[in-house]
């Protein structure tokens, strides 16, 4: 094995943190099904799963080594993640779905730089042409302005309801 490039390392992080998205938003999706949250969180959930498919196949046409390792950890990081405290013994709290969405959120930025930058770098290598990176730049900007509509909406409720049960005067 040779040491990795830049871009393999580049690229096996964003695979990595794609892992890390696919699971996180499968989880969330499967937590509120049956709900508004759900269907935007299943829809995101098959994006991300498309995208990192993308992700794969561009690695693929660029050379770029694969590391299994990077998205193992990512796995394992995300089922870490669970054991995190949330006011609750059991179960998913509202202050879980928004954390959650934060995180989504972190990582869709994370994917447009990536789309970005390999915009910049490689659009007019014929290795790639066949990637529309303006689309994909496009639908993770829809993605943030869904994840933040949804993130603002739970926030509300996460935050609000315990302030007002903090502040109801015992009977």
Same mark, same amino acid.
């Given at each position: 094995m040779f040491p990795m490039r830049r871009l393999d390392i580049?690229?096996?992080?964003? =695979?990595?943190g794609?892992? =890390?998205g696919s699971e996180l938003s499968r989880r969330a999706a499967a937590e509120n099904e049956g709900t508004e949250l759900g269907e935007f969180l299943q829809r995101l959930h098959s994006e991300i799963e498309e995208e990192r498919e993308s992700l794969r196949a561009i690695?693929?046409?660029l050379g770029v080594e694969t590391s299994p390792l990077k998205p193992a950890g990512a796995w394992l990081l995300e089922k870490a993640g669970r054991l995190k405290l949330n006011g609750q013994v059991r179960g998913q709290s509202p202050l879980s779905r928004l954390i959650e969405l934060e995180g989504l959120e972190a990582g869709v930025s994370g994917k447009r730089s990536l789309w970005q930058v390999l915009q910049r770098a490689y659009g007019h290598d014929p290795r790639v042409e066949k990637f529309d990176f303006d689309r994909l730049i496009a639908q993770a900007e829809a993605q943030l302005q869904g994840l933040l509509e949804h993130r603002l909406a739970v926030a509300a409720q996460a935050l609000r309801d315990e302030s007002a049960q903090e502040i109801t005067p015992a009977a």
């Open positions: 580049y690229l096996n992080d964003h =695979l990595a794609a892992t =890390l690695m693929q046409s």
